[in-house]
Antibody, heavy 121, light 106 residues
């Protein structure tokens, strides 16, 4: 059973950066696209972007381009999401999710437990 | 940019059928997914590729997608189905979520 285990809660000041990790258990790390989704308090789900199985290709939502970087480390079976120039509106729970299916029909079948990031001065 | 629109809330009596609709331009030409999220929990996939149920999802959950709307139907709704539900589609290499619908079972 694949599990995604994320790093712990973070508190950051405006203007700082945060890096959230997502460790993938099981032997399927290099087979799947991984996505990041965030959810502000009391709000809906917001897609941030994806990283391909090789780690060489990423696609970011236009809203986050220039501020987000997604990477993956095969040696640790982990994916990472770094968000820079943080502002209060970035306060949210950040989720990693595994994608299955082809690009037109992909679905997120496994999710991490979420990482709360609070941006406050 | 592509948008998916859902009603903010839907109410249903226990044992009745709940329907949640997601609207998007030519959504029927894309594949829709549905996620269930209970308070304090991560989302759970309940429908993918318009109509398919992942292993472990009860048969009372079903989906359809045609024209400009995808619909999640819960037959014989139970109290445990009370949650937020989100539709999702893939458009131009990006993922789009609907705004979410709070399903109340009362």
């Amino acid at each position: 059973q694949v599990q995604l285990v994320q790093s712990g809660a973070e508190v950051k000041k405006p203007g700082a950066s945060v890096k959230v990790s997502c460790k993938v258990s099981g032997n399927t790390f290099t087979s799947y696209y991984m996505h990041w989704v965030r959810q502000a308090p009391g709000r809906g789900l917001e897609w941030m972007g994806l990283i391909d199985p090789s780690g060489r290709s990423t696609t970011y939502a236009q809203k986050f381009q220039g501020r987000v970087t997604m990477t993956r480390d095969t040696s640790t079976s982990a994916v990472y999401m770094e968000l820079s120039s943080l502002r209060s509106e970035d306060t949210a729970v950040y989720y990693c999710a595994r994608a299955v299916g082809s690009s037109g029909s992909l679905a997120f079948d496994v999710w991490g437990q979420g990482t709360m990031v609070t941006v406050s001065s | 940019s592509y948008e998916l629109t859902q009603p903010p809330s839907v109410s249903v009596s226990p044992g009745q059928t709940a329907s949640i609709t997601c609207f998007g331009d030519k959504l029927g030409d894309k594949y829709a997914c549905w996620y269930q999220q209970k308070p304090g929990q991560s989302p759970v996939l309940v429908i993918y590729q318009d109509t398919k149920r992942p292993s472990g999802i009860p048969e009372r959950f079903s989906g359809s997608n045609s024209g400009n709307a995808a619909t999640l139907t819960i037959s014989g709704t139970q109290a445990m189905d009370e949650a937020d539900y989100y539709c999702k589609a893939w458009d131009s290499s990006t993922v789009v979520f609907g705004g979410g619908t709070k399903l109340t079972v009362l």
